[in-house]
Nanobody, 120 residues
Framework: QVQLVEPGGGLVQAGGSLRLSCVAS????????MAWFRRAPGKEREFVAA????????YYGDSVKGRSTISGDNAKNTVYLQMNSLKPEDTAVYYC?????????????WGQGTQVTVSS
């Protein structure tokens, strides 16, 4: 059974930083591209970042580009999202996702989500 578990999240002040983690189990982690999405209240789900299986090629959504870094550790089956210069509009539930093979924006698996709240 595939599980993507996202510990972390929480409340942070505007301008602050936060690192999200996603621990994967039940799959061969190195065979999956990994990604983060988010959904703010009343809004559609939004792509945040993705990292290819080689854990070096990355993609970012326009809203976080330049402020966030996605990274992965195959030895720990974990993907991270480092977010800096956080803004109140970054408040959302953040979801980890996994796609087998190459990244095409169509995840096969999703985590349960973790709440990030940025106070002004």
């Amino acid at each position: 059974q595939v599980q993507l578990v996202e510990p972390g999240g929480g409340l942070v002040q505007a301008g602050g930083s936060l690192r999200l983690s996603c621990v994967a189990s039940g799959l061969t982690f190195s065979m999956y591209a990994m990604a983060w999405f988010r959904r703010a209240p009343g809004k559609e789900r939004e792509f945040v970042a993705a990292i290819r299986r080689n854990r070096s090629s990355t993609y970012y959504g326009d809203s976080v580009k330049g402020r966030s870094t996605i990274s992965g550790d195959n030895a720990k089956n974990t993907v991270y999202l480092q977010m800096n210069s956080l803004k109140p509009e970054d408040t959302a539930v953040y979801y980890c996702a996994a796609q087998y093979g190459s990244w095409s924006g169509a995840p096969d698996y999703w985590g349960q989500g973790t709440q990030v709240t940025v106070s002004s």
